[in-house]
């Protein structure tokens, strides 16, 4: 069996505000003012998830595959290894772009290079623009069926199951394959590099791909243009509770909560 | 191609709290957009939904009930809505952004090679088509976008939109349509489990919120969490640390990926306040924060703050609701 786990290169999400750059002129974030890049973290979620399938059922090869405009080798690398047998990297600077259409049609095609897929591992959406749309343009493309949001993932001869999050509980679902699974944060952290492991990968060389081998055209206008970015100043004005120590700040809260008649006893409402 | 459609999924007999945003936007939408509005109810016992949804205004409100569609089953719901909209031809379709519409709305614009303007905070339509602004970078960046071409697919992030009023006048006729996918399905669902356990109140609706973070280093402090909120009338919640780490259920996490609250109150105790967690939150009426950390970003959209260890904070604080709740009831 063969899955592919598609991985974004994204933005720190955890960057402080204050410390993002905007290049306003090309509409895109700056990709230096942020630090190094990120494997989006859902994405690394998907990647755990083929882990723990190849160990249930014995053998599975896994492909990590991602779409950019310029790679931060050693954070991609980190895919080869927790266990990834190979990467593939498509690399064009139309590619670093919020159009999902250009996206998904490019995985598509990269996913037919790669042949025999039968599971594609995405995750639940890209932290840079929460979008959450390629897996299903995706499965569209590849003519797959999508289930979305898994917590777990399992795969039954032809079969994948999964346990789908609600925000009240968690359903099971199911399809044939071959299908496209979109993983969330419950299912669980990426495990960590063994430091064997990262220095026995830090030779393997990534398969770098172009469009052209893809044979994918020139990028179409995309159907929703980014027309401004902007960071928006938002606050509020704090007042800070001065007091001696913990236990009379809190009490000092309360007192004040009260005053300010946004804590009323109960019933009173 | 003409007029406006809201979808909305009905569980339980309930009607969103999100139909009436989305109300909001239509009735800004509808002077550049013409062609009326109709709204579809998706579900299979719509109950009283039924009748509070027939007062939105609508030209009418076309009815997909089906015990198929009793699940939150995303194929179900888009195939239903999309053969609707086969027949109604909207040139805007509006969807609420909960897991089950924000992939409804996906799949719909896909099929019907509309354009998606996802978790928009503000939108308009010109000459130019739709121009809207929503949050990106998990809310630390402001996006305008345009989609020039329609059909639109508009889903709207839940209290960027004032809920509007029920209409006047007479409650919109019922059209009753058939469930009739246009494809055999190929998705399946399965059990479902519901988390209702802790007896946790639908964070949604509560007044007060008492949301804690990792750093509560586990699950036992949120039952200190829960006292005060019990004092206060409201409910406990939760950052998305402390539901990955296990420590509460995913039904109470607020922020990007979990929900969107507007309390009267929202007190966090040991959140950091990142972006994404803020973005479930900013609408609260009053926002305090106890947090160990002095530069914690939670304080920058925080109306009182407290610079402390909750475990000396917090007890005292019910303490005192407790002793001043009592005294103000007598009096
Ligand atoms: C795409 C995406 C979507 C996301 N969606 C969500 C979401 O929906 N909701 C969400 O919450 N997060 C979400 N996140 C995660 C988010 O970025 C943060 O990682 C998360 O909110 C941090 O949770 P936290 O504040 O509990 O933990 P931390 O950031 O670790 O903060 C813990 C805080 O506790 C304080 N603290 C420690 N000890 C004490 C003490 N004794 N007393 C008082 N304070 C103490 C610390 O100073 C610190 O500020 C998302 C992330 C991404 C990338
Ligand atoms: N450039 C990319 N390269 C590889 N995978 C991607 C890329 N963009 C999106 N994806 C996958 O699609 C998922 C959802 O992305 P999005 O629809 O952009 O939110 C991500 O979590 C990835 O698994």
Excluded at chain 1, 127 to 137: K, R
Excluded at chain 1, 179 to 201: F, I, K, N, Y
Excluded at chain 2, 52 to 81: I, K, T
């Amino acid at each position: 069996m063969r899955a592919v786990v598609c991985l974004k290169q994204v933005v720190d999400p955890l960057t402080p505000a204050t410390e993002l750059a905007l290049d306003r002129a090309a509409k895109k974030m700056k990709p230096a003012a942020a630090g190094p890049p990120v494997i989006n973290g859902y994405d690394e979620q998907a990647l755990e998830a083929a882990l723990r399938l190849r160990e249930s059922l014995g053998q599975l090869e896994i492909v990590a595959l991602s779409l950019g405009e310029r790679f931060h080798l050693d954070v991609m690398k980190r895919s080869l290894a927790v266990g990834a047998d190979q990467l593939v990297l498509v690399q064009d600077p139309s590619l670093d772009t919020p159009d999902s259409h250009r996206v998904a049609t490019a995985l598509a095609a990269a996913i037919r290079k790669i042949g025999a897929v039968d599971l594609v591992l995405c995750g639940r959406q890209a932290s840079d623009w929460d979008n959450a749309i390629v897996p299903l343009l995706l499965a569209e493309l590849l003519g797959m069926p999508c289930l979305t949001l898994a917590r777990r993932v399992s795969v039954q001869g032809a079969r994948v199951e999964i346990d789908r999050v609600l925000p009240d509980g968690s359903q099971t679902m199911w399809s044939e394959l071959p299908a496209v699974v979109t993983v969330t944060s419950e299912l669980g952290a990426l495990r960590m590099p063994t430091a064997r492991a990262r220095l026995a990968t830090a030779r393997i060389q990534p398969k770098l791909l172009t469009l052209a081998d893809l044979g994918v055209a020139a990028a179409e206008p995309p159907q929703v243009e980014v027309r401004d970015l902007s960071i928006p100043v938002a606050g509020r004005e704090c007042r800070f509770v001065e007091a001696a120590d913990g236990a009379a700040a809190g009490r000092r809260l309360a007192e004040i909560l009260m005053e300010a008649g946004v804590v009323r006893p109960e019933g009173a409402r | 191609m003409a007029g406006i459609l809201i979808h909305s999924a009905v569980e339980q007999g309930e009607l969103r709290a999100e139909f009436w945003e989305l109300v909001t936007v239509a009735r800004q939408l509808a002077p550049s957009v013409g062609g009326g509005l109709r709204v579809a109810l998706a579900g299979s016992q719509l109950g009283d939904a039924l009748e509070q949804a027939r007062r939105a205004g609508a030209a009418e409100v076309r009815v997909l009930e089906h015990a198929q569609l009793a699940d939150p089953w995303p194929e179900g719901h888009f195939e239903a809505l999309a053969a609707l909209c086969g027949r109604l031809d909207p040139e805007v379709v509006l969807v609420p952004r909960t897991p089950l519409g924000a992939e409804v709305a996906a799949r719909l614009a896909i099929r019907r090679g509309a354009s998606l303007v996802h978790d928009v905070t503000h939108v308009q339509k010109g000459a130019d088509g739709i121009t809207a602004t929503r949050p990106v970078f998990g809310g630390a960046v402001s996006a305008t976008v345009q989609a020039r071409r329609g059909p639109w697919v508009i889903v709207p992030r839940p209290h960027a939109f004032a809920a509007a009023a029920p209409a006047d006048g007479e409650a919109s006729p019922v059209v009753r349509e058939a469930f009739a996918p246009a494809t055999p399905p190929r998705t399946f669902c399965g059990a479902r489990t519901r988390q209702g356990s802790s007896g946790a109140k639908d964070i949604e609706k509560a007044r007060v919120l008492v949301s804690g973070g990792a750093g509560l280093g586990g699950p036992e402090p949120f039952r200190l969490l829960g006292e005060v909120a019990e004092l206060l009338g409201g409910a406990v919640a939760a950052s998305r640390v402390a539901v990955d780490a296990g420590w509460v259920p995913t039904s109470l996490q607020v922020g990007l990926t979990g929900r969107s609250v507007a309390p009267d109150l929202y007190l966090a105790v040991g959140i950091s306040g990142a972006t994404h967690h803020l973005a479930g939150c900013s609408s609260a009426q009053v926002i305090a924060v106890v947090n160990s950390d002095p530069a914690a970003p939670f304080f920058r959209l925080a109306n009182y703050g407290v610079v402390g260890d909750w475990k000396e904070v917090i007890p005292a604080f019910r303490d005192a609701l407790k002793e001043k709740l009592a005294t103000s009831r007598v009096a």
